[in-house]
């Protein structure tokens, strides 16, 4: 039995979705458009303003899939009604973030800058130098995009600079100690 498979999507009010016979998926909303072609096999039903995944059979492929397009399909839905958001923040001195037209632009210590490009779908705010803003409607883009900018410098356990989530704990180790 999939509890999260099973669980029904409730579609708001100003979104679309549309379903072909071949369970390709397009999801229309404010925040954007998302499409996906989820596998052939599962049923995809749509009543009105709900929308069900059923499976065939309860074969092992079968039951991994069927959460895993719920799930999917879910995000899709949350993504152009609402969208998702990141949030970063840079810790350690003289670094600093900046955005250059569509580049974010990350000094870090490191004898060169660090560009990165943002991908389309995707808006970057950084409201002070020390915060990054990544909010998008694909809910994949966005934690990657987070993902990269946060791997240019991860936060180090000693004394807590790099690049960190807003809610992250980063456990902390006393130096060394003198005798």
């Known amino acids: 039995m999939s509890r999260i498979g099973n669980k029904v999507i409730h579609v708001p009010a100003g979104v679309t979705v549309t379903i072909s016979p071949e369970n390709h998926v397009v999801v229309?909303?404010?925040k954007g458009q998302l499409e996906f072609q989820f596998n052939e096999m599962l049923t995809?039903?749509?009543?009105?303003?709900?929308?069900k995944v059923s499976r065939p059979n309860d074969e092992i492929f079968t039951r991994k899939i069927h959460g895993t397009t719920r799930a999917l399909l879910s995000?899709?839905?949350v993504g152009v009604s609402t969208g998702f958001k990141k949030q970063l923040e840079i810790r350690g001195v003289g670094y600093r973030a900046a955005?250059?037209?569509?580049?974010?632009n990350l000094s870090m210590g490191y004898s060169h800058p660090v560009d990165l490009e943002i991908p389309a779908g995707l808006t970057v705010t950084i409201p002070k130098n020390t915060d990054i803003i990544i909010e998008g409607a694909d809910k994949q883009l966005v934690g990657e995009f987070a993902a990269?900018?946060?791997?240019?410098?991860k936060p180090e356990p000693y004394l807590g600079k790099g690049?960190?989530?807003v809610d992250e704990y980063v456990a902390r180790k006393a130096g060394k100690t003198a005798k």
């Open 28 to 30: 229309k909303g404010p």
């Open 44 to 51: 995809i039903n749509k009543d009105g303003n709900d929308i």
């Open 75 to 77: 995000n899709m839905v």
């Open 99 to 104: 955005l250059q037209g569509k580049v974010v």
């Open 148 to 153: 990269k900018i946060r791997s240019v410098r």
């Open 163 to 165: 690049i960190r989530y």
